[in-house]
């Protein structure tokens, strides 16, 4: 087969699978009163988990309730700081306490975490710190004070990708990743705008035309050159390419329109440059969101805000999972859609929550590759790569990893613990 033939099979092979994808999109189009129950019940559900957190958070009485108290300033990025915070209210959801935050002179705002969001309690933010204990604490413990990432010992047995047991049947039959909505239910509640915020975001929504369809790209730059692999605008946009060719079939007329998200300025330039044929929708960028030296600002807090407002509101988005600022945008999804779980291309790692529970996968077909030695039967548990600093000692050595695995072969296992809602 010469280069040509062999560029004309994998040309057709491409459209094959768009024609797939085109024929499941109508099946579901045709879910009728399937698709009305499930959006009907992602709604009831995530309204029924949104009043779990807000009865959490507004204890009858707030001088006898138990809390967990969590500091917010750590230094890393937005995104780094508010899975932070998730992991702390997770852990204050699993022991039924209420979430206490410092964030007086949060690195981002000098005003702390009200600037731009609603407070965690509307009734409940005080604690005495004489009355203050190390995690784990006890079940007497007034409040207790939630460790860093990379100290917490022993891990709460609810932090991500854990679903409760009281509702996994019904989120396992609504949703493609569970994990992911139940983590996005904590980002929905965190992400309570202030009124000015909302006007803001709605004021920039019309400036820009946002509107659908659109893909999200989030390129990220900067400091991440030193802890992901570098990827090119070029390999960014061949997904959106492809996913406006799947588009086209039953829309030949498509606009090819995108959001683009970068803290690098150059990349504006590129894709403009090299990509005349799409609408580019961005926010500009002030000199404080784009100097490293001075990142660390309100206003660059405001931009990162709006920008991961927008990317969550795409129909899809190409990013790179390895930077928290991403895997936050994608958990943010899941708030506006049913099920947003596979809307998505990562460019380097698969989805992960930082220092989570270890998480599996069963093999659903036999899967050989003698080039690296590898033999896993049909059934076998397998063990999905694992980040963080948290990994059990007692679990090293028992299973195989899922790295050198082929994705359609497996299935992710949905990890059910048991929990007291408040």
Request: hydrophobic content about 35%.
């Amino acid at each position: 087969m010469n280069q040509e033939d062999f560029n004309n099979l994998q040309k057709e092979g491409a459209e094959r699978v768009r024609v797939l994808q085109y024929d499941l999109w109508r099946l579901s189009q045709m879910g009728g009163k399937e698709g009305s129950w499930r959006k009907r019940e992602a709604e009831d559900l995530s309204e029924e988990v949104q009043q779990r957190l807000h009865r959490l958070q507004h204890p009858h009485n707030c001088a006898t309730a138990k809390k967990l108290f969590c500091n917010l300033e750590v230094g890393c990025g937005f995104g780094c700081q508010f899975h932070r915070l998730i992991h702390c209210f997770m852990a204050a959801y699993g022991k039924n306490r209420t979430l206490i935050v410092n964030s007086a002179g949060w690195r981002y705002s000098p005003n702390g975490w009200e600037t731009v969001f609603q407070p965690f309690s509307e009734t409940c933010t005080n604690f005495s710190m004489k009355n203050i204990t190390n995690w784990p604490g006890t079940s007497d413990s007034q409040t207790v004070r939630f460790p860093p990432f990379y100290t917490i010992i022993p891990m709460p047995e609810n932090m991500p990708l854990a679903i409760p047991k009281d509702i996994s049947k019904r989120l396992i039959r609504l949703h493609g990743r569970p994990g992911v909505w139940w983590v996005g239910q904590f980002v929905k509640y965190l992400f309570r705008f202030q009124p000015n915020i909302k006007e803001m975001l709605k004021k920039k929504e019309k400036s820009i035309q946002f509107q659908h369809p659109i893909v999200g790209v989030h390129v990220r730059r900067t400091d991440k050159r030193s802890e992901a692999k570098y990827h090119y605008v070029k390999e960014y946009m061949e997904q959106v390419e492809e996913y406006f060719a799947g588009l086209q079939i039953f829309n030949p007329n498509v606009t090819r329109r995108i959001y683009l998200s970068s803290d690098e300025p150059k990349v504006f330039e590129e894709v403009k440059k090299k990509y005349p044929q799409y609408k580019i929708l961005y926010q500009t960028k002030s000199v404080e969101v784009v100097d490293l030296a001075k990142r660390f600002t309100e206003a660059s807090l405001i931009d990162l805000v709006a920008d991961l407002y927008f990317l969550s509101r795409t129909d899809y988005i190409v990013l790179t999972f390895s930077s928290n600022f991403g895997r936050l945008a994608y958990e943010m999804m899941q708030i506006w859609s049913p099920d947003a779980s596979g809307k998505f291309f990562s460019l380097d790692t698969p989805y992960f929550s930082h220092s989570g529970r270890p998480n599996f996968a069963r093999m659903r077909f036999f899967h050989q590759d003698r080039r690296v030695n590898l033999t896993i039967q049909e059934g076998e548990r397998v063990m999905l790569p694992y980040i963080g600093h948290n990994f059990p000692k007692e679990l090293k050595g028992l299973y195989k990893s899922s790295e050198k695995i082929p994705p359609y072969k497996m299935e992710n296992l949905v990890d059910v613990v048991n929990l007291s809602s408040p």
